[in-house]
């Protein structure tokens, strides 16, 4: 299977792909696919990377993801359960080119265009996840009136965005394997020692050429990229591992020293470990 791009399988001619995944972890490769993927995630959390962003995932949030954006999905690794997702695919001219022309459909536009940088949906949760729930008995017709309610919810729904950049141009499959492979190493070590020698080695490529290389593809530099990734599990253990203490919480997300830790935290979530812990309880 190609790391980039992901082709969504279609049973039969079917305009909208409705797929369900159960899984003890979410395809954790870097991919994308030319539909657009509403999910719902019904078990399971992690990290999603999205364009710039590392994101953070859980149980009941809606997502949405435009057409060719890469994307990897990376299961926490103390899951117990499985993971579980159903998603809706489908392309703007999946229903034909003037479908969504249609002036029934006034005001999708508006979609297409937020959905370009990815999207979580952050009000109607409930209906959203009620009218997910039902897909999985619905026949055709049924399951494209649900799809058809479901924009409709989300145009009317309070949204916040899962990127600000998106490398437009396409990947070669080279390109999405070396990108995959960053990725993967540092998702899977991000509380080690990273250094730029290492993760260029990794990439194959020079220490000076893999810096262009990854800035040029995330508008951000590999050493930010890092930061951020680290800091995004120093917000889970801080909300879920409360025993632990905020130095600990440094050293388990790859911070040298404390006062590291700190300073990039509040660059990045404007208040303090010890401040944002209290505000999430």
């Known amino acids: 299977m190609k790391v980039l791009p992901f082709k969504i399988p279609k049973p039969g001619k079917e305009a909208l792909v409705y797929q369900e995944d159960h899984e003890d972890r979410f395809y ?24 710039d962003t590392i994101n953070e995932y859980q149980e009941n949030d809606i997502l949405v993801i435009g057409e060719h954006i890469p994307h990897v999905f990376k299961s926490d690794d103390n899951a117990t359960d499985k993971s579980i997702m159903y998603t809706l695919f489908f392309t703007k001219n999946s229903f034909g080119k003037e479908f969504f022309k249609l002036t029934d459909l006034t005001g ?3 979609f297409f265009n937020e959905a370009e940088y990815g999207m ?3 009000s109607n949760s409930d209906q959203l996840i009620r009218k997910f729930s039902r897909l999985k ?8 009136a649900s799809f058809l309610q479901i924009l409709d919810l989300i145009q009317q729904s309070d ?5 600000s950049f998106v490398y437009h141009k396409k990947y070669t499959e080279i390109e999405g394997k070396r990108m995959n492979d960053v990725y993967e190493y540092t998702l899977n070590h991000f509380q080690e020692n990273i250094t730029l020698d290492t993760i260029a080695e990794v990439a194959n490529m020079t220490k000076n050429a893999f810096c262009r290389y990854f800035k040029k593809r995330t508008n ?6 890092l930061i951020e990734l680290r800091i995004e599990h120093a917000c889970k253990l801080l909300y879920k591992e ?8 440094s050293e ?17 979530k404007q208040t303090t470990p010890t401040r944002y812990r209290i505000n999430v309880a």
Request: charged share 25%.
């Open 28 to 51: 954790d490769k870097l991919h994308e696919h030319e539909e657009i993927q509403i999910s719902y995630i019904a078990k399971g959390s992690g990290s999603l990377i999205l364009g």
């Open 220 to 225: 951000k530099t590999f050493l930010q990229f």
């Open 242 to 249: 409360r025993e632990l203490s905020v130095s600990a919480v």
């Open 137 to 144: 008995n619905q026949n055709r017709i049924e399951r494209l």
């Open 159 to 163: 949204k916040m965005p899962l990127s």
């Open 108 to 110: 999708i536009d508006n």
């Open 252 to 268: 388990l997300c790859g911070f040298q020293n404390i006062a590291n830790f700190n300073r990039k935290f509040k660059e990045l």
């Open 120 to 122: 979580k949906i952050t």
